[in-house]
């Protein structure tokens, strides 16, 4: 291991079983009084786990968060008893035992599956399969980047990840290996959980992958060792650690060892063993113990592998004394989670010049430029797109790729592979030092929902560039056009769904993305031109608030419209139609939904316009606008797929127009009457 200041703790085969059954001990423990959980995988990878532990991870239980630990990630999340008994073994603060007696209960840390921020030493949240091991590959990538950055006394360190069958087999597992091989992420290590078991039975039910060799065609260094003996575990750690590709360890091992019934078949996967199976486990295992106690030894063994990563940490410090100040001034900065104010600053000088040159600018466009603010200001971002750079606009001038021979560049091609592409993007926000963001069609959201819903889960900064963003993309017809993708997006707890309505909006929201440390973002944003709608500069972000009255009404207002993105430019015309009758009519600009649920009472009943008739323009599906339409508005949008036509027919041919918006007003109006 390079730049190992202490000796690993090495123990025999039959030293690390010792300690390996306290592992599962504690698993089938913790899973007997929960009477749920998964007993079998922590069982089955005890030997492995306590062999990467004690000789291999850098890791510090004092210092949870010491910037250049190993990132551990258990993607097989439903073993999270492993973990949990691996953090209390070896001594972070918290789990407590008792934390692991109530796992899987209100209030425990110790959830069924490992939850970010839940635990110091829990370095993502996994539990649906594969997203563990694509996380990693960013958490991989963002070490690399920052190395090239800060040089190797900061930044030196690995990602390891132990995977199960589940994981492999999931498509996304696809995605993030073939990029991690493509990008030669040598410091990325997998241990396979080679056990031949699932929920169904024998993996040989639906499966039949030659996985060292599908991997091996990915660029991987590939080995298979013994998941049972730690020894020979070691032996494939050590090899690993010389590779200059990403490596796959396959450890064969047996699920559920030490069940007596159990072990190597199903039934030791996703229920509680059972009071006479776990007594029978105990006498296999030699453990003779209580539920939940661990003997002295056993435990100062354990907490001595924890305790040896301080020499490690402080080692580590010396080095960093050393690092030029500027140097070291430049790496905390990339670490703090704010951003600085000049960003906020210089995105105010870009809005205030748009709303006086009033540009037609896609609002992809529109994205571009105040990146190229936003880029020329902060030098944490990373860009990026699914194969999309020159439609998403996401890479600005200058902008260096990173590839395998230089990870010194900002701008990511994750190739087709927005699912591997969306989780690479957790794992670089997690490990830190970094701000990614990228792009691709919103109406492939579909394709990374999965992990932005996770980013959202565990509060991280991710930003999507999600272009192509209505029927407005025209010719390339409905399998291109996102209808129900707004609907389905902001239905995601703690995501912030942005639609600007031109480049001012469009500057606001990234601002307000950048800033929003523990919030992921979704920017849609337009294929097509749209005239400035925001013409008099405000110094405040306006879309802060989510939605706030753009156009008031010509005298006393009787109507209010509502808009997001490239309606809103309706929604006006909708009002000018209107003021020819005399009739006053108002626009509601609403860019993020979310943003605007969060205000006052007050606040969001002067929005609402309360006596007014309501109208709501979004070329999308209606699902969601009833909650400000009430029960007497009107929704114009889409209520069918989209089509294969000009953007200006389109709107025409599904109605939405100021025209039919401006009728629905009127007809509202008489029937109020
Ligand atoms: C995306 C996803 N699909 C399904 C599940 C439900 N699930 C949890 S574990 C598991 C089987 C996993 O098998 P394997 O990785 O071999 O784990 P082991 O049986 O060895 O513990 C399944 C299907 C899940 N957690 N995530």
Same mark, same amino acid.
């Given at each position: 291991?390079?730049?190992?200041?202490?000796?690993?703790?090495?123990?025999?085969?039959? !030293?690390?079983?010792?300690?390996?059954?306290?592992?599962?001990?504690?698993?089938?423990?913790?899973?007997?009084?929960?009477?749920?959980?998964?007993?079998?995988?922590?069982?089955?990878?005890?030997?492995?786990?306590? +062999?990467?532990?004690?000789?291999?991870?850098?890791?510090?239980?004092?210092?949870?968060?010491?910037?250049?630990?190993?990132?551990?990630?258990?993607?097989?999340?439903?073993?999270?008893?492993? #973990?949990?008994?691996? #953090?209390? #073994?070896?001594?972070?603060?918290?789990?407590?035992?008792?934390?692991?007696?109530?796992?899987?209960?209100?209030?425990?840390?110790?959830?069924?599956?490992?939850?970010?921020?839940?635990?110091?030493?829990?370095?993502?949240?996994?539990?649906?399969?594969?997203?563990?091991?694509?996380?990693?590959?960013?958490?991989?990538?963002?070490?690399?980047?920052?190395?090239?950055?800060?040089?190797?006394?900061?930044?030196?360190?690995?990602?390891?990840?132990?995977?199960?069958?589940?994981?492999?087999?999931?498509?996304?597992?696809?995605?993030?290996?073939?990029?991690?091989?493509?990008?030669?992420?040598?410091? #990325?290590?997998?241990?396979?959980?080679?056990?031949?078991?699932?929920?169904? *039975?024998?993996?040989?039910?639906?499966?039949?992958?030659?996985?060292?060799?599908?991997?091996?065609?990915?660029?991987?260094?590939?080995?298979?060792?013994?998941?049972?003996?730690?020894?020979?575990?070691?032996?494939?750690?050590?090899?690993?650690?010389?590779?200059? @590709?990403?490596?796959?360890?396959?450890?064969?091992?047996?699920?559920?060892?030490?069940?007596?019934?159990?072990?190597?078949?199903?039934?030791?996967?996703?229920?509680?063993?059972?009071?006479?199976?776990?007594?029978?486990?105990?006498?296999?295992?030699?453990?003779?113990?209580?539920?939940?106690?661990?003997?002295?030894?056993?435990?100062? /063994?354990?907490?001595?592998?924890?305790?040896?990563?301080?020499?490690?940490?402080?080692?580590?410090?010396?080095?960093?004394? @050393?690092?030029?100040? !500027?140097?070291?001034?430049?790496?905390?900065?990339?670490?703090?989670?704010?951003?600085?104010?000049?960003?906020?600053?210089?995105?105010?000088?870009?809005?205030?010049?748009?709303?006086?040159?009033?540009?037609?600018?896609?609002?992809? @466009?529109?994205?571009?430029?105040?990146?190229?603010?936003?880029?020329?200001?902060?030098?944490? +971002?990373?860009?990026?797109?699914?194969?999309?750079?020159?439609?998403?606009?996401?890479?600005?001038?200058?902008?260096?790729?990173?590839?395998?021979?230089?990870?010194?560049?900002?701008?990511?091609?994750?190739?087709?592979?927005?699912?591997?592409?969306?989780?690479?993007?957790?794992?670089?926000?997690?490990?830190?030092?970094?701000?990614?963001?990228? *792009?691709?069609?919103?109406?492939?959201?579909?394709?990374?929902?999965?992990?932005?819903?996770?980013?959202?889960?565990?509060?991280?900064?991710?930003?999507?560039?999600?272009?192509?963003?209505?029927?407005?993309?025209?010719?390339?017809?409905?399998?291109?056009?996102?209808?129900?993708?707004?609907?389905?997006?902001?239905?995601?707890?703690?995501?912030?769904?942005?639609?600007?309505?031109?480049?001012?909006?469009?500057?606001?929201?990234?601002?307000?993305?950048?800033?929003?440390? @523990?919030?992921?973002?979704?920017?849609?944003?337009?294929?097509?031109?749209?005239?400035?709608?925001?013409?008099?500069?405000?110094?405040?972000?306006?879309?802060?608030?989510?939605?706030?009255?753009?156009?008031?009404?010509?005298?006393?207002?009787?109507?209010?419209?509502?808009?997001?993105?490239?309606?809103?430019?309706?929604?006006?015309?909708?009002?000018?139609?209107?003021?020819?009758?005399?009739?006053?009519?108002?626009?509601?600009?609403?860019?993020?939904?979310?943003?605007?649920?969060? /205000?006052?009472?007050?606040?969001?009943?002067?929005?609402?316009?309360?006596?007014?008739?309501?109208?709501?323009?979004?070329?999308?599906?209606?699902?969601?606008?009833?909650?400000?339409?009430?029960?007497?508005?009107?929704?114009?949008?889409?209520?069918?797929?989209?089509?294969?036509?000009?953007?200006?027919?389109?709107?025409?041919?599904?109605?939405?127009?100021?025209?039919?918006?401006?009728?629905?007003?009127?007809?509202?109006?008489?029937?109020?009457?």
């Amino acid at each position: 291991m390079k730049n190992a200041e202490t000796t690993p703790l090495v123990f025999n085969q039959t !030293e690390t079983r010792r300690l390996a059954n306290a592992i599962r001990a504690l698993s089938m423990d913790a899973v007997q009084a929960a009477n749920s959980g998964h007993p079998g995988m922590p069982m089955g990878m005890a030997d492995a786990a306590t +062999t990467l532990f004690s000789q291999f991870l850098k890791f510090d239980p004092a210092d949870p968060h010491w910037p250049d630990r190993d990132r551990f990630v258990l993607s097989a999340g439903h073993g999270s008893m492993l #973990l949990y008994s691996l #953090l209390f #073994l070896t001594g972070y603060a918290a789990p407590t035992l008792d934390d692991i007696r109530r796992f899987r209960q209100l209030g425990s840390p110790c959830a069924g599956h490992p939850e970010y921020g839940h635990l110091p030493g829990i370095e993502t949240t996994t539990g649906p399969l594969g997203q563990g091991i694509a996380t990693a590959v960013g958490m991989a990538l963002a070490e690399r980047i920052l190395n090239a950055r800060f040089g190797d006394d900061l930044v030196d360190h690995r990602t390891y990840v132990i995977a199960g069958d589940g994981d492999l087999m999931e498509g996304i597992s696809q995605e993030a290996a073939s990029f991690a091989g493509h990008l030669k992420l040598n410091r #990325l290590i997998v241990l396979f959980d080679d056990n031949h078991i699932s929920i169904d *039975g024998p993996t040989s039910l639906a499966d039949s992958t030659r996985t060292l060799e599908r991997f091996d065609a990915m660029g991987w260094t590939t080995m298979a060792c013994d998941g049972m003996d730690g020894e020979a575990v070691a032996k494939a750690l050590a090899a690993a650690q010389t590779s200059d @590709k990403p490596v796959l360890i396959a450890a064969r091992t047996t699920i559920g060892f030490g069940a007596p019934t159990r072990a190597g078949t199903s039934k030791a996967h996703g229920e509680a063993l059972g009071l006479e199976e776990v007594a029978g486990a105990r006498e296999k295992l030699g453990w003779p113990y209580p539920p939940f106690v661990i003997p002295d030894d056993i435990l100062a /063994q354990w907490r001595a592998i924890g305790a040896r990563g301080s020499a490690l940490r402080d080692a580590w410090r010396e080095r960093r004394n @050393k690092v030029p100040p !500027e140097t070291l001034k430049a790496f905390y900065e990339a670490l703090e989670p704010q951003v600085p104010m000049s960003v906020s600053h210089a995105l105010k000088e870009f809005k205030k010049k748009t709303s006086a040159e009033k540009p037609s600018l896609a609002t992809r @466009k529109a994205s571009e430029t105040a990146l190229e603010v936003v880029n020329a200001t902060l030098d944490k +971002t990373i860009g990026g797109s699914a194969d999309l750079t020159g439609s998403n606009n996401t890479r600005t001038k200058g902008m260096k790729e990173i590839s395998a021979n230089d990870y010194s560049g900002r701008f990511i091609h994750y190739g087709i592979r927005e699912h591997g592409m969306a989780a690479a993007m957790n794992g670089l926000a997690l490990h830190g030092g970094v701000i990614p963001y990228s *792009g691709t069609f919103l109406v492939f959201s579909d394709y990374a929902r999965p992990a932005i819903r996770l980013a959202a889960l565990m509060g991280i900064r991710a930003i999507h560039v999600m272009t192509h963003d209505s029927i407005g993309l025209g010719e390339d017809g409905p399998t291109h056009q996102p209808v129900e993708h707004l609907a389905a997006l902001r239905a995601i707890p703690n995501l912030l769904v942005f639609r600007p309505a031109d480049a001012v909006e469009t500057a606001e929201c990234w601002d307000i993305a950048l800033a929003e440390a @523990k919030r992921p973002s979704v920017l849609a944003l337009t294929r097509q031109n749209l005239p400035t709608v925001r013409t008099t500069h405000t110094d405040e972000n306006l879309s802060r608030k989510g939605a706030y009255e753009l156009a008031p009404a010509e005298g006393e207002a009787k109507v209010t419209f509502f808009a997001t993105g490239s309606e809103v430019e309706i929604a006006l015309a909708a009002r000018a139609l209107l003021a020819t009758d005399g009739i006053g009519a108002r626009v509601v600009s609403m860019p993020c939904w979310e943003l605007f649920d969060a /205000q006052s009472e007050t606040y969001r009943e002067s929005v609402l316009g309360p006596g007014t008739v309501k109208v709501a323009i979004e070329a999308a599906a209606s699902f969601g606008w009833d909650r400000y339409l009430g029960e007497h508005g009107r929704f114009i949008g889409m209520k069918s797929f989209g089509a294969s036509a000009p953007a200006k027919d389109l709107y025409k041919h599904f109605g939405i127009t100021a025209d039919a918006a401006a009728e629905a007003a009127r007809s509202l109006l008489k029937n109020k009457r």
